[in-house]
């Protein structure tokens, strides 16, 4: 497979579900450097009503028996993901997986080795590095606002009291539940800003009536000076703050959720120079000491931007730049949420080797 540098990557979805539709066609459809040729689809033709001049095809060999195909978009549900991105790396594809990247961290590894091996990009769409709150977040760290940093919390809350019908993330299986499903945004975010901790402390559990998933999770991640805490849960009807970070300067409060996932689902584009941008209401509350004078005020939330994980694609491929999320990255997520549900199991705090 020999394509030119200025050509277009082309791209294969394998699934049009929910990421699909809301996620990956859009970016991929919005960035002229990518073309969408072929989606796997096996009971509809979905894809076409926005993307007319895709190909629709019924089964995954489709895909990796293109030779025209160069890129393979793994987004079905978690436990296929390790089976297709085996498949699809040993056809000569580059390969971006949906998160979670894989069920356990020997498979993640398994396939970083099999990427390598085939000379071919492979990476993980943890899409939520380029939500805007948290891209301020990254600021304020490292800007050291807050003086020396002790406490990070971080909320991934939802109001859902009922069981979703009709859908596997709602089935008990491997890589099911929402610590693989949200988990694996959060504990990447915590990975980013502090790197790998020294422990895990964990408690997931099932708050729903009927519910078959871990619906609720609490994890601490032990750092020799400071405390990490994510919590989500799917029974948050009055949401507290998504994010809440102390110091021995201040503190730093941020309340709602980056608004490009709804501006996906409505269908607007993501371009434009307003893309990702968060209202004023939103904006985070800083309270600190800074160069010796009291500060309390508003900071203004950095625009989110979610294309430029797919640039960052195009540019490791053709231009063979640095991923910025690197799959050894993604690789230790699933790591810690191993980790999670050993501690929260045996209920004890577990080392980070």
Not at 29 to 34: I, M, R, S
Not at 81 to 108: I, Y
Not at 207 to 235: N, V, W
Not at 274 to 298: M, S
Request: glycine share 8%.
């Amino acid at each position: 497979m020999t394509s030119s540098q200025n050509a277009p990557i082309t791209v294969g979805l394998a699934s049009y579900g929910m990421s699909g539709l809301v996620f990956h066609a859009p970016l991929l459809a919005a960035n002229p450097q990518f073309k969408i040729t072929k989606v796997l689809e096996r009971s509809s033709e979905k894809s076409k009503l926005r993307y007319p001049e895709v190909e629709v095809v019924k089964d995954f060999q489709a895909l990796i028996q293109d030779d025209a195909l160069e890129l393979i978009v793994i987004n079905t549900p978690n436990a296929l993901h390790f089976e297709m991105g085996q498949q699809a790396l040993r056809a000569g594809k580059h390969v971006v997986m949906e998160k979670p990247f894989t069920v356990t961290a020997q498979e993640a590894n398994e396939l970083i080795t099999l990427a390598k091996e085939q000379h071919r990009i492979l990476t993980v769409f943890q899409n939520r590095r380029w939500d805007g709150d948290f891209r301020t977040i990254q600021q304020v760290v490292a800007q050291k606002l807050l003086g020396k940093l002790v406490y990070y919390e971080a909320h991934y809350d939802r109001f859902r009291n009922y069981v979703e019908a009709n859908t596997w993330k709602e089935e008990t299986g491997p890589g099911s539940g929402l610590l693989y499903n949200l988990g694996s945004h959060m504990l990447d975010q915590a990975l980013v800003l502090f790197g790998k901790p020294q422990a895990i402390t964990a408690h997931l559990g099932t708050q729903r009536p009927g519910g078959r998933i871990d619906d609720y999770y609490a994890i601490t991640l032990h750092y020799p000076e400071l405390m990490a805490s994510i919590k989500s849960s799917y029974l948050v009807r009055e949401p507290g703050p998504r994010y809440i970070l102390n110091g021995t300067e201040g503190s730093f409060h941020k309340y709602g959720i980056d608004p490009q996932e709804e501006a996906l689902k409505v269908g607007q584009i993501p371009t434009g120079p307003n893309w990702g941008q968060e209202p004023t209401a939103d904006w985070g509350k800083l309270n600190t000491q800074l160069n010796g004078l009291h500060f309390t005020g508003t900071i203004e939330t950095l625009p989110g931007d979610y294309p430029a994980f797919y640039q960052n694609v195009y540019e490791a491929i053709r231009l063979g730049k640095e991923l910025q999320v690197k799959p050894e990255e993604a690789a230790l997520g699933i790591q810690l949420i191993q980790l999670a549900q050993l501690s929260s199991t045996e209920k004890r705090t577990i080392l980070v080797d």
